[in-house]
């Protein structure tokens, strides 16, 4: 060799394998070979594990939706009595509504009009109703003054806004009640399809089911059609202050939209008072709807509120929720808000979780005791639209601790055991410092997933 080439000082190996030597080489073909392969592998199991929960989460958001159900096949079904809700029926009243134009508060088509119509429709409901139960319907004019404390200040008055309500419950009167609240009136700019028209007839269609019923209901239900809710929840206001049935009331549903079409959320709950509630999430049969989302809402996020606030407000001990239509959001006030914007299904899917919480409320023994009912905190969503998970706040830090624990516990024990970074040795071990990259973004992963769930 010439001696004038500088030769390469000899490196330093793992303890026990000489340059050279057969073991050396076949653990560096190995490592060249075999490590690859894995990683090529573990990230295709990655990203297929991902596609399929992407997939998955697609289907439950975008196509699980109920079939919906006309008025012909509930005939051929046998159950043209109307004990089974039917989006065609509701959808009429949509369309029917909706070809009004817009409806703000105060205009002609708000307040003859669409009160006609809606007084139209519940007067025939009432002429059908079965004899075991009994509706009443009034139109309330009200007139009053508020603070809006949940603004910047402002006093809110109003004078001669309408309600449209109907009461059904067993002939013998039970003064226990929840009330069902929609608005039939519109922004200028729209037709209010969304917002909030399609709650408006899914009510009237809950209505028909009910006044169908061959058995009288426990008790009593009140369907809240209002008047003035976008200048800033008037009609409201005057209903729980001012009208007699509302000292009645020991629950409140209240329907929204800031979108049209897509799955009605569960967005605002009594978090206190878990009676409403667990109506909701044992009765539903699409459940929809996410504490974060209440959170984000509470916290003034979104600069929007709805009724929800004035029964939270005013309202007596009573117990609330508050659903919406949040998809599309473009159309929201504007001129696309008509009924062809609703998913078909949409209808359905709101109906039957309506439907099943009132029939699982007014059966309920805690609708009777609810003023001594035991206040606790509740963590609430639902799992792909298929069930609602709902369990005290004190359990969910409990278990996201837990997780929190165990995440780190498992890296430091992974990392313990490859000898990355703990052992200390000269020789660089590259399949210890895969697998420690492996368990730590294994363990980071959980944790931020758990951190987004708390």
């Avoid at 958001?61 to 989006?87: T, W, Y």
């Avoid at 009432?126 to 009994?134: G, Y």
């Avoid at 830090?397 to 995440?407: D, M």
Wanted: hydrophobic share 40%.
């Amino acid at each position: 060799m010439n001696n004038n080439v500088r030769q390469r000082s000899r490196p330093i190996f793992s303890a026990g394998l000489a340059h050279g030597s057969s073991e050396f080489n076949d653990e560096l073909f190995i490592k060249k070979k075999s490590l690859p392969l894995f990683r090529s592998w573990t990230w295709f199991l990655i990203f297929f594990t991902y596609l399929s929960i992407f997939v998955f989460v697609l289907y439950c958001d975008l196509i699980r939706f109920p079939s919906p159900v006309s008025v012909d096949s509930l005939k051929q079904s046998g159950e043209a009595r109307g004990l089974q809700f039917s989006e065609e029926r509701a959808r009429n009243f949509v369309v029917e509504l909706s070809s009004i134009g817009p409806k703000p508060t105060g205009s002609y088509e708000n307040e003859v009009i669409a009160v006609d119509y809606i007084t139209r429709q519940l007067e025939y409901i009432k002429s059908h109703t079965k004899p075991v139960n009994k509706i009443d319907i009034d139109l309330q004019k009200t007139s009053g003054c508020f603070d809006l404390t949940f603004k910047d200040g402002m006093t809110s008055c109003y004078k001669d806004v309408k309600n449209i309500i109907a009461r059904i419950g067993p002939q013998k009167p039970t003064n226990k009640s929840i009330v069902i609240n929609c608005h039939y009136d519109s922004v200028p700019t729209s037709p209010g399809a969304s917002d909030d028209l399609v709650s408006c007839a899914v009510m009237l269609e809950i209505l028909i089911t009910l006044s169908q019923n061959d058995q009288a209901l426990p008790n009593e239900v009140i369907f809240l059609f209002n008047g003035a809710e976008e200048n800033i929840l008037q009609a409201a206001h005057g209903f729980i202050t001012q009208h007699p049935w509302a000292k009645t009331a020991v629950g409140f549903v209240n329907m929204e939209a800031c979108g049209a079409g897509g799955k009605q959320m569960l967005f605002q709950a009594d978090r206190e008072r878990t009676w409403l509630l667990m109506s909701y999430a044992n009765g539903a049969p699409f459940p929809q709807g996410s504490v974060v989302a209440q959170d984000i809402f509470q916290n003034g996020l979104v600069p929007s509120d709805t009724d929800y606030r004035i029964f939270d407000h005013f309202g007596n001990i009573l117990v609330r929720l508050d659903f919406a239509y949040v998809k599309n959001g473009y159309v929201y006030h504007t001129k696309f808000d008509v009924p062809a914007a609703i998913t078909e299904g949409a209808i359905q899917q709101a109906g039957l979780n309506l439907l099943n919480l009132i029939q699982n409320a007014l059966t309920s023994p805690d609708m009777i005791k609810v003023e001594n009912q035991t206040k606790v905190h509740l963590v609430f969503f639902d799992f792909m639209g298929i069930f609602m998970m709902v369990y005290r706040v004190s359990v969910a830090t409990a278990i996201n601790a837990l997780i929190v624990v165990l995440s780190f516990l498992d890296m430091f024990l992974k990392c313990k055991r490859s000898g990355v970074p703990f052992k200390k040795k000269n020789a660089f071990n590259w399949q210890s410092c895969h697998d420690y990259d492996i368990e730590l973004s294994r363990s980071i992963c959980i944790l931020c997933i758990n951190c987004c769930c708390a």
